[in-house]
């Protein structure tokens, strides 16, 4: 089964500082990893996706992700902050293509501080 | 690219009520999703459609939801005999079949059971 774990339910940096989100996976078969945004009253928005093709992948946003196997980690970074970059981020893990399929983490609310 | 649209963004109703939620999909987009978020979680998924045709269902699909795309168009999504536990926000997405499949989310229906 299929889960994932966003570690922080709270992240709070100063605008220009690093941004790193954390989140772990669980899958039984190689995984899709997903990271998506969410501004206030606003749908998810897809910010990177890794499907094996390579391990650092760049996003949207001057976000990235590395995909660690031996660690289980799909962490999101970015190397500075921007005020604008203040929403929910959500990992998520699919054991296929299909949304269906696709199970989300509770989510990481970033807060940047001017 | 209009973007997927659900309507209405917001529904307070009384509990045992019937509401029913509307999604429009990008256009040339065959699959749909229904997802539940609640506070503080990622979004769950409910069911999805591939065209006319609903596919998958979760188990947190009650007897008294149901949903609907006639046509494969847009589609609806209605609760009968509503529950506070029904209070939620439910999102809906739209994506294309395949290995690069991209969900695009709504901005969502936020429903309050009283």
């Known amino acids: 089964a299929q889960s994932v774990t966003q570690l922080g339910s709270h992240v709070s940096v100063s605008e220009g500082a690093l941004v790193l989100l954390r989140c772990n996976y669980s899958?039984?078969?190689?995984?899709?990893l997903f990271w998506y945004v969410q501004y206030p009253n606003q749908g998810l928005q897809l910010l990177l996706k890794y499907t094996s093709a390579a391990t650092l992948v760049k996003g949207i946003n001057g976000f990235e992700a590395e995909f660690k196997k031996s660690e289980t980690s799909f962490h999101l970074t970015k190397p500075s902050a921007h005020m604008s970059d203040a929403a929910e981020y959500f990992c998520a893990v699919s054991e296929g293509t299909g949304g269906f399929k696709t199970i989300f983490g509770a989510g990481t609310r970033l807060f940047v501080k001017a | 690219d209009t973007g997927v649209s659900q309507d209405p963004r917001h529904k307070i109703t009384k509990r045992g009520q019937n509401v029913t939620f509307r999604c429009d999909p990008i256009s040339e987009h065959n699959r749909l999703y229904w997802y539940r978020q609640t506070l503080g979680q990622g979004p769950e998924f409910l069911t999805y459609?591939?065209?006319?045709?609903?596919?998958?269902k979760s188990r947190l699909l009650s007897d008294r939801f149901s949903a609907e795309r006639p046509k494969g168009s847009f589609s609806t999504l209605e609760i009968q005999r509503t529950e506070q536990g029904d209070s939620a926000m439910y999102l809906c997405?739209?994506?294309?079949?395949?290995?690069?499949?991209?969900?695009?989310f709504g901005s969502g229906t936020q429903l309050s059971v009283l």
């Open positions: 459609f591939q065209n006319e045709a609903q596919l998958e």
């Open positions: 899958s039984s078969v190689p995984p899709y």
């Open positions: 997405a739209s994506g294309t079949r395949g290995v690069n499949e991209k969900l695009f």
